[in-house]
């Protein structure tokens, strides 16, 4: 239907557009009360840049297009990534931004979702307490979902990627551990995976992994020789192979990472649940582990500032490992859902991404945080809410098959 | 009212699908010279014969423009993103067969694995300050596969042919394509990972869950199965 839009059946002219646009003036108001600049970053961004900092679901699903003179473009994805790299050539710090505009995606045939949706969102950076403003981002986000007319009911979750941070500083061993567990912290399989593989149960090297290792010991003109019987091809070169193999050696000679820690790593990461209680688990946990300790006095003073602003923070649901499958959050981390409209993504969501602002700013970082409202879901959830009053029905007509059994990915989080 | 038959239009496996037909005594006719995609089913009624490309095949089946196709696997798990929905794989035809798999360089000594080949995207990115590119056609698979293996930092490159050229050419480092005997690879210095494997794909008579089924149809379809001795209806209407 030409009149639909993202979750809202005719937004686009007449009645239903004329709320929506009261809906994101309301919200635009609140963010500018909260003293956020306008913002509006290009819609058409230069894709090389961009997309080097999403992760590869985001990049997948860019509508990519080119143009003669500015070569390949994208359609924004998001808001932050373009805002933080109109801050960092622009802005003068410390700064707040407020903007409202349209994102899109590419989705799968079969998809319900949507191509095009709003976001209305706000971002701070540069503050000088950070942990001030995690909560004052959380909380204007809440108030964005909850102080309109009708708000439906919100339920909130929170999770701290400084904790995984702070549990991979305590693996020994080569920095190079620690980094690779760093990439792919967003990716909780393959991190499993990668810390199992530091352990006891790492795999015997077969033959081949063998004759390599062998090659390395014997020293660099034999090791020069065993790449050397195949011709070499590509850009990566001789001596980009040779320090690789002269690592495999290195760390296939390492003592193992004690089980004991695994666990310790492991059991951390599976804390879920209100966030008195999980902060009470974390702090059993830094006894062993007390690298872990700074981001858990971080987390108790969130709560405090949390509680400051009238947020219910002992009971506010925690989890560990939630904000895992965005890439560019490495903080605090947040969204709200609709539990009367399952069908929905999150209303709203946000948290803490630092590092992006030093992958944009040159070796420049800032601290940052920020988090968007969907508009649109916002509406829509609203009417689920009055549909469920009147006809008591579990979900609205015409939700997508099997969608309302199934919450949405948690990429849509900030998305 | 006829079922509409989508085949490959040339090549090896328009030969080889219609010696597979005619084995089940349905003959396909070139309705004029070799080079004219046009052509007639004989031996049962109401089939009508639709000649093209085997990559346009599935697109067809998922629109319900096609009842039935032949198409290797690989092409229908490509280019339908859900295809289970709108696609019956009814018969592996046992020609046609392709490996999707995942190549580099023989000389990287040091990878064997997915898992190596991530850590090496990691090395690469930091060394050569973009990401380590995978040249492919099958981008929706490749991709698919590579975040279940958890790799970071690489970019899919498109390339629609001699893929197994690119890194030679230093246009990518590494390539997710099909081989069957592995000839071409090691022609251009390539290895397979050890857990590089894809998917394994065949030629398939496949039935479209898209296209109109109304009863005349379905009898007709029941004929035909009776021909070639495969089921297609049964699968047809488990449409949800």
């Known amino acids: 239907m030409a009149a639909s839009r993202a979750y809202l059946p005719g937004g686009r002219l007449g009645a239903g557009l004329a709320e929506l646009a009261a809906e994101t003036a309301r919200i635009n108001a609140l963010f500018a009360a909260a003293g956020a600049v306008a913002v509006e970053p290009e819609t058409l961004q230069p894709a090389d840049i961009m997309l080097e900092l999403y992760g590869e679901d985001i990049r997948a699903r860019a509508f990519v297009t080119h143009d003669p003179v500015a070569g390949d473009l994208v359609l924004r994805p998001d808001f932050t990534a373009p805002v933080v790299r109109l801050h960092m050539a622009h802005g003068a710090t410390p700064a707040r931004y407020a903007y409202c505009g349209p994102v899109w995606r590419r989705q799968e045939p079969g998809s319900s979702r949507p191509t095009e949706y709003l976001q209305a969102g706000v971002e701070i950076l540069g503050a000088e307490d950070p942990i001030e403003a995690d909560a004052e981002a959380f909380d204007l986000i809440r108030r964005a979902l909850g102080e309109g007319p009708d708000a439906p009911e919100l339920s909130a979750l929170t999770g701290d990627l400084a904790v995984a941070l702070a549990m991979i500083d305590t693996v020994e061993g080569p920095e190079r551990r620690r980094a690779a567990l760093r990439r792919h912290i967003w990716r909780p399989a393959r991190f499993r995976a990668l810390l199992e593989s530091f352990g006891p149960a790492r795999p015997e090297p077969g033959p081949e992994r063998r004759a390599l290792l062998e090659a390395v010991r014997a020293g660099d003109e034999p090791l020069r020789r065993h790449i050397r019987r195949h011709k070499l091809v590509g850009l990566r070169g001789l001596d980009e192979i040779m320090q690789r193999a002269r690592q495999l050696a290195e760390d296939a000679a390492l003592p193992p990472l004690d089980p004991g820690r695994i666990a310790l790593i492991e059991r951390a990461l599976a804390v879920r649940g209100p966030s008195a209680r999980s902060l009470a688990e974390l702090r059993d946990i830094a006894a062993e582990a007390p690298a872990l300790t700074p981001a858990l006095d971080r987390m108790e003073a969130r709560l405090e500032a949390l509680a400051r602003r009238g947020v219910d923070a002992a009971a506010l649901p925690f989890d560990a490992s939630f904000g895992r499958a965005l890439e560019y959050y490495d903080g605090f981390v947040f969204e709200f859902r609709a539990p009367a409209a399952p069908h929905l993504p999150p209303l709203g969501g946000g948290g803490r991404y630092d590092a992006l602002t030093r992958r944009l700013g040159g070796g420049r970082t800032l601290p940052a945080v920020g988090g968007v409202v969907r508009p649109e879901a916002l509406i829509a959830a609203r009417r689920a809410a009055c549909d469920d009053e009147g006809a008591g029905e579990a979900g609205p007509p015409g939700a997508p098959e099997g969608a309302a059994s199934r919450p949405a990915p948690a990429e849509e989080t900030r998305a | ?240």
């Not at chain 2, 095949?57 to 198409?71: F, K, M, N, S």
């Not at chain 2, 794909?201 to 379905?218: E, H, I, K, M």
Request: net charge positive; charged share 25%; glycine share 8%.
């Open chain 2, 1 to 240: 009212m006829t079922i509409r038959l989508g085949l490959p239009s040339k090549g090896r496996l328009r030969d080889k699908t219609a010696a597979w037909f005619a084995e089940r005594g349905v003959t396909i006719e070139n309705a004029g010279a070799e080079r004219e995609y046009a052509g007639r089913v004989r031996g049962v009624e109401g089939v009508e014969l639709v000649l093209l490309s085997a990559a346009e095949i599935p697109r067809e089946l998922a629109a319900g423009r096609l009842h039935l196709g032949v198409t290797g696997e690989d092409l229908v798990q490509e280019k339908i993103p859900d295809w289970r929905r709108v696609v019956t794989l009814a018969a592996p035809l046992g020609f046609g067969h392709a490996d999707l798999i995942v190549a580099v360089p023989a000389a990287w000594v040091d990878v064997e694995t997915m898992s190596d080949l991530d850590a090496v995207a990691a090395d690469f990115r930091a060394r050569h300050g973009f990401s380590l590119r995978v040249a492919t056609k099958y981008h929706l698979l490749a991709r698919r596969f590579f975040a279940r293996h958890g790799v970071a930092d690489y970019r899919l490159v498109d390339s629609q042919g001699a893929t197994e050229g690119v890194a030679k050419n230093r246009t990518a480092e590494a390539i997710v394509d099909i081989t069957s005997s592995g000839e071409t690879l090691r022609a251009n210095h390539l290895k397979i990972l050890a857990d590089g494997l894809i998917l394994r794909s065949q030629a398939n008579l496949c039935v479209s869950r898209a296209a109109p089924w109304d009863a005349p149809r379905r009898a007709l379809a029941e004929r035909l199965e009776g021909a070639l001795g495969v089921r297609l209806l049964e699968k047809a209407s488990a449409t949800p």
